[in-house]
């Protein structure tokens, strides 16, 4: 087995662990690379003697050494979230045709801090540094449904005829938020603008930013909204994957 090979199997093999706690026999590690037991020993125990595995409790079997915690806290550390964000970001607003947008919680505010342009010029805006109230926009409501947010606590003032207009109705939706994973927004920021949001998660899974997508009615009407909220769900489980975080599909 040629020496590039070889480690392009290690590495393999290290890709196969997808969930914290996880632990793998050697025949699953065999069977998982596609190798004889035999070098899949030969590999595991190499990788257990530079840390980057370490036997299971019952001695059966392995799992992630602190090797790869060390140099994963490294690589993390090393991150930034609008510079990871921003090709991913690109790559969906190409997708979508619509304005992509990264937002921060700021108080009882959500805090525009990145974008990416659409290929309409009807509905492109400069968002960044803009400020919009929680119960408002689809960002917002991914604050209110995966943060500790008190929303009994939150003023409603209507910025459009289509705003929210009682605690009641918004915990009803922030609810759905959490079922379903995204947020949509009907023209309550203001009239005639739509969008969707899916949380970015950091590394203990909570919510770190919104990622949306928005732009006029007439090309994000309500029968489009769940079709981009894939997408953006999509996105933003990249970009928590690119910072270490949890995504939707972890347990």
């Known amino acids: 087995m040629r020496t590039l090979e070889t480690v392009d199997r290690a590495l393999q093999m290290l890709q ?17 690379v596609g190798i004889h ?26 799992c992630l050494g602190p090797e790869i915690g060390r140099l994963g806290m490294l690589a993390i550390a090393d991150r930034d979230l609008t510079k990871d964000a921003q090709p991913i ?36 805006r400069k968002w960044i540094g803009r400020r919009s109230p929680l119960y408002a926009s689809s960002a917002g409501k991914v604050f209110l449904a995966f943060t500790d947010i008190d929303i009994l606590e939150l003023s409603l003032e209507p910025r459009s005829g289509r705003a929210i207009a009682s605690q009641d109705q918004l915990q ?52 489009r909204l769940s079709e981009l909220a894939v997408l953006v769900v999509a996105a933003a489980d990249e970009i928590s994957a690119r910072l270490g975080g949890v995504v939707s599909s972890d347990p």
């Open 89 to 124: 970001m690109r790559r969906l607003a190409e997708q979508t045709g619509e304005t992509v947008v990264l937002s921060v919680l700021d108080g009882d505010e959500a805090l525009d801090i990145a974008q990416a342009d659409g290929t309409y010029l009807i509905g492109t």
């Open 16 to 32: 196969l662990f997808d969930r914290p706690g996880q632990e793998k026999t050697v025949s699953a590690l065999a069977a998982g």
């Open 172 to 223: 009803v939706e922030i609810e759905q938020v959490r079922d379903s994973g995204w947020a949509a927004a009907r023209g309550e920021l203001e009239e005639g603008l739509y969008g969707v949001a899916a949380q970015v998660r950091g590394d203990r899974g909570q919510c770190i930013a919104a990622l949306s997508v928005s732009g006029p009615e007439y090309r994000v009407p309500d029968t």
């Open 37 to 62: 037991r035999s070098s899949a020993s030969r590999f595991a125990a190499t990788l257990a003697e530079r840390g980057f595995l370490e036997r299971s409790a019952g001695g059966e079997g392995f």
